[in-house]
């Protein structure tokens, strides 16, 4: 072959990267692939959503679904579109996208794969935190859900600190949060056990993670949370893919190492903490997404933007097919989550060690 040929191939593989510059003279970099690829997701996202809205005892085409939402529906279709299944859905989408992002950080910031908050122990320290208030002092939804977010934050702080050692190191960091996840779900038994019939059971429930029941007292705060914290992470990725090249380099290029860790690792673990208050700790959202839209983008770094959409289109069709396949017995979403979670944790491990890395 020669090598004028092979330049062409080349530069007919490389990525597509275009530079855009507005009337005020920014100039962007946008790369074409990850774009149509967030466009796809947010798609995927979108139908899924529509389906979930016309699934149930009383199923809508996605036409009438669509009618309804823009006004055109009988009382019969809006009361059930707008009271009973749209804020289940949007609950579903957020948790999504919270999960996503707080994964994508996780994961950037410890620069390892198993980088997550539902194995690094903020799962578990949001359920000490629900369970506390339920087996204790009986709370009702809003304190279950504050309890949640105090023991995921908690769970953090302690971690960070623990991990800290002039710095934080992302072996360090997955080694420390695997104990405190294992630490913290024997406490997690150990309330289950101090817990009557009544109790155990609204917590095991909560504790599979679910979006059965979901209204509009879930969705504004955790819309809320979101609208501060995802853009605030979003700003953060340019940093988090220079750390991914390793403190030294991140360091030559004028990233403030320690305080973008501090900051994200914050951020994170708050909207972790407020989806898990919103629909319980669902598992291996956070975990699976990332990788997924990192291998979609095949661009380096956090992939912050894609991991979100990819997260919001899991949970969403997760929870389409948890109630449409498995017949009069639907499986709370966790529960599938967990089912098909658990596969790509064994494919991961499995991966990892024919790689030489574990």
């Keep these: 072959m020669r090598p004028e040929e092979g330049t062409r191939r080349k530069t007919a593989g490389a990525r597509r990267v275009r530079s855009v510059r507005t009337k005020g003279g920014l100039s962007l970099r946008l790369d074409v692939r990850a774009v149509v690829v967030c466009l796809v997701l947010t798609a995927l996202a979108l139908a899924a959503a529509i389906a979930l809205i016309g699934s149930g005892d009383y199923p809508m085409t996605p036409a009438e679904v669509l009618g309804t939402l823009t006004g055109g529906g009988n009382p019969g279709q809006e009361f059930i579109v707008?009271?009973?299944?749209?804020?289940?859905?949007?609950?579903?989408?957020?948790?999504?996208?919270?999960?996503?992002?707080?994964?994508?950080?996780?994961?950037?910031?410890?620069?390892?794969?198993?980088?997550?908050?539902?194995?690094?122990?903020?799962?578990?320290?949001?359920?000490?935190?629900?369970?506390?208030?339920?087996?204790f002092f009986q709370g009702g939804t809003f304190a279950v859900a504050a309890g949640s977010v105090v023991g995921g934050v908690a769970t953090g702080i302690a971690i960070f600190l623990l991990a800290w050692k002039r710095g934080i190191q992302?072996?360090?960091?997955?080694?420390?949060?695997?104990?405190?996840?294992?630490?913290?779900?024997?406490?997690?038994?150990?309330?289950?056990?101090?817990?009557?019939?009544?109790?155990?059971?609204?917590?095991?429930?909560?504790?599979?993670?679910?979006?059965?029941?979901?209204?509009?007292?879930?969705?504004?705060?955790?819309?809320?949370?979101?609208?501060?914290?995802?853009?605030?992470?979003?700003?953060?990725?340019?940093?988090?893919?220079?750390?991914?090249?390793?403190?030294?380099?991140?360091?030559?290029?004028?990233?403030?190492?320690?305080?973008?860790?501090?900051?994200?690792?914050?951020?994170?673990?708050?909207?972790?903490?407020?989806?898990a208050a919103a629909a319980g700790p669902i598992s291996f959202v956070a975990l699976t997404a990332p990788p997924l839209?990192?291998?979609?983008?095949?661009?380096?770094?956090?992939?912050?933007?894609?991991?979100?959409?990819?997260?919001?289109?899991?949970?969403?069709?997760a929870d389409w097919s948890s109630q449409r396949l498995f017949g009069a017995d639907q499986l709370p979403v966790g529960v599938l989550t967990s089912i098909l979670g658990g596969g790509y944790l064994l494919w991961l491990l499995a991966t990892e060690r024919r790689a030489g890395r574990m």
């Design 82 to 135: 707008q009271d009973l299944r749209l804020p289940r859905v949007l609950v579903g989408l957020l948790v999504g996208a919270a999960f996503g992002i707080s994964g994508a950080v996780f994961q950037a910031v410890s620069r390892n794969p198993l980088g997550s908050p539902d194995v690094l122990g903020f799962a578990q320290g949001s359920s000490v935190g629900a369970l506390v208030v339920i087996v």
């Design 170 to 275: 992302g072996y360090r960091f997955v080694l420390v949060g695997i104990g405190a996840s294992a630490m913290l779900y024997a406490v997690v038994l150990y309330l289950l056990t101090k817990a009557n019939i009544v109790e155990a059971t609204r917590a095991t429930t909560w504790m599979n993670g679910s979006l059965n029941g979901r209204d509009w007292d879930q969705v504004g705060p955790l819309a809320a949370a979101c609208a501060v914290l995802l853009p605030l992470l979003l700003l953060c990725g340019r940093p988090l893919r220079m750390l991914e090249m390793g403190d030294d380099a991140a360091y030559a290029l004028g990233v403030r190492v320690d305080r973008i860790r501090l900051v994200t690792l914050l951020g994170a673990v708050l909207l972790f903490a407020s989806a």
């Design 293 to 317: 839209a990192r291998r979609l983008t095949r661009s380096p770094g956090p992939n912050l933007l894609p991991a979100a959409l990819m997260g919001a289109a899991l949970l969403v069709a």
